[in-house]
């Protein structure tokens, strides 16, 4: 559905958004309902008032969990196969010490440089955009992984950046809808404001991981000429 004659693939901004809307949404189920259900620690200690400290190490380990899992479940779907809940799940614990290596350099470089310049930061985020991917299908390490990202993005930045750019957008917009809806609401309303909250920001994150895993293959496909099936034979 999703392939190409190697050397002759042209994808661009609204294809890789396309692309990345027609997999969550026809994998829904597995692909939300997997993304609340590795939330759900989080939310609970968000619930019983844990420290901020506690929370962030919480979303940044269970947080990449779900992405690991969810670009498995992508190429999964990339390659017509169904996205099995337990199998994603065995595939994301299976990566994620490397996972979380790459998470937390590129979040501290990426913050330091949006503090500097803002510039900066975007560039790196669009630089090292398929990091984790790399992580997960080659099994690269840390320092590898960001710089096969960011051989791979070259000469395909403003595309990678654009997708980015207005994911976030839809994303940012779905959420403040939300936002909005539920604005204002306090005492025994509270606990129904920040559930609400959970699941608009794991939604999000589903269709941002589900992205990563797009790029990920389109810039494979486009400069490389490979398939989605020697893609994913990591997985077999």
């Not at 614990?93 to 590129?106: D, F, K, N, T, Y």
């Not at 310049?117 to 840390?142: C, F, H, K, M, S």
């Not at 941002?208 to 020697?230: P, Q």
């Amino acid at each position: 559905m999703y392939d190409a004659r190697p050397g002759g693939f042209e994808w661009g901004v609204g294809t890789a958004i396309s692309t990345t809307f027609s997999i969550v949404f026809g994998n829904f189920v597995s692909f939300i309902g997997l993304t609340l259900l590795i939330g759900v620690p989080t939310l609970l200690l968000t619930l019983w008032g844990a420290h901020e400290y506690l929370l962030l190490v919480a979303d940044l380990v269970l947080g990449q969990v779900v992405t690991i899992t969810l670009i498995y479940g992508t190429v999964q779907s990339l390659r017509g196969r169904p996205v099995g809940v337990g199998e994603g799940l065995s595939q994301g614990l299976g990566r994620l010490p490397a996972a979380l290596g790459v998470a937390i350099l590129s979040g501290i470089g990426i913050v330091i440089g949006l503090v500097l310049l803002i510039v900066p930061g975007l560039y790196l985020a669009t630089l090292w955009a398929v990091a984790v991917p790399v992580v997960v299908i080659e099994r690269a390490g840390v320092g590898g992984s960001f710089s096969r990202s960011s051989e791979l993005t070259d000469g395909r930045r403003w595309r990678v950046f654009g997708a980015i750019v207005v994911m976030a957008i839809i994303t940012a917009v779905a959420t403040g809808i939300v936002s909005a809806a539920i604005g204002g609401v306090s005492g025994e309303g509270l606990t129904t404001s920040l559930i609400l909250q959970w699941a608009v920001g794991a939604i999000t994150q589903a269709f941002m991981s589900a992205l990563s895993g797009v790029l990920y293959y389109f810039l494979r496909r486009d400069k490389e000429g490979a398939d989605i099936e020697s893609i994913a034979s990591v997985f077999d």
